[in-house]
């Protein structure tokens, strides 16, 4: 894995020293069997965040021993809005609030049209957008 934060290389660095760094190819192990309790020393790093679906994540935090099996919880919530609630909620995902104004605003009038006219959401004064999280957690051991 090719790690380019300077950061990153730096803590590294001083990893190599009292350590291992083990480049496992999408994920990098870095681990102070010395001193397990040391929370900067014992950590993965990954090549890219987590997509949906994607779950090779998972299978580096189950390789190791650095941490508790994994728990998993699913988390459900339904916003209840307007049509500019999803305008809102559009505008906020960070691939459009980085277009410039222009084209943010051309997304933004699609959508409000979209919304509008479809089938399912056309004559509803409340609309409603349905989120489910799944939360991960582990323990160091």
């Known amino acids: 894995m090719q790690i380019r934060s300077l950061g990153f290389l730096t803590n590294l660095m001083f990893s190599r020293f009292s ?3 083990t480049d496992k190819g999408s994920y990098t192990l870095i681990q102070t069997p010395s001193n397990q ?4 020393g014992n950590y993965i790093i990954f090549d890219r965040p987590p997509r949906k679906g994607d779950l090779n994540w998972k299978a580096a935090i189950d390789n190791t021993d650095l941490f508790s099996k994994l728990q998993l919880r699913h988390f459900s919530y339904v916003q209840v809005g ?3 609630t999803v305008v809102d909620r559009v505008e906020s995902i960070s691939f459009i609030s980085a277009l410039a104004e222009i084209q943010k605003q051309e997304v933004l009038s699609q959508i409000r049209n979209l919304v509008r006219c479809h089938p399912e959401t056309k004559d509803c004064a409340e609309i409603k957008l349905p989120y489910r999280t799944d939360v991960y957690w582990c323990e160091k051991i």
């Open 82 to 84: 307007t049509v500019e």
């Open 19 to 21: 350590g291992s760094v």
């Open 37 to 40: 309790g040391y929370h900067w």
